[in-house]
């Protein structure tokens, strides 16, 4: 996707391997939305990481509204793509949008046996 799509989409996210020092590349992860009234997670789109680690157009703005969220990252999978083992078999991210004229970035660390992720300001 273009650029235009990088900026479209109100969740971005970047992922980087700190373990070799690159962006994870590649790696498969999926968003989804809680229903409030089911109280079940709804897939809403799956993806892959770029080369640089960030996956555009995750959602659009049309459909981007206030709730819970969650973003799952393949981190297993990610793992043994490089031909190495994981603790984590996934990483999931949650969290809450108020306002659906917000942006949200989630950014992931990863290392074979650690993960963390940061809110900056």
């Not at 996707?1 to 109100?10: D, E």
């Not at 990483?91 to 940061?118: K, N």
Request: proline share 6%; glycine share 8%.
């Amino acid at each position: 996707m273009g650029s235009s799509a990088k900026s479209s989409s109100p969740i971005t996210t970047h992922v980087l391997n700190t373990g070799d020092g690159v962006p994870a590349a590649r790696m498969a992860l999926s968003l989804h939305r809680l229903d409030p009234r089911m109280a079940i997670w709804n897939l809403l789109t799956i993806g892959n990481t770029d080369e640089d680690g960030r996956c555009p157009g995750l959602i659009t703005s049309d459909a981007f509204t206030p709730g819970l969220y969650k973003v799952r990252f393949e981190t297993g999978q990610y793992w043994e793509s490089l031909g190495q083992s994981s603790f984590y078999p996934y990483v999931e991210i949650v969290f809450s949008v108020s306002d659906a004229d917000q942006s949200c970035h989630v950014p992931l660390l990863v290392s074979r046996y650690s993960y963390s992720t940061y809110r900056g300001s």
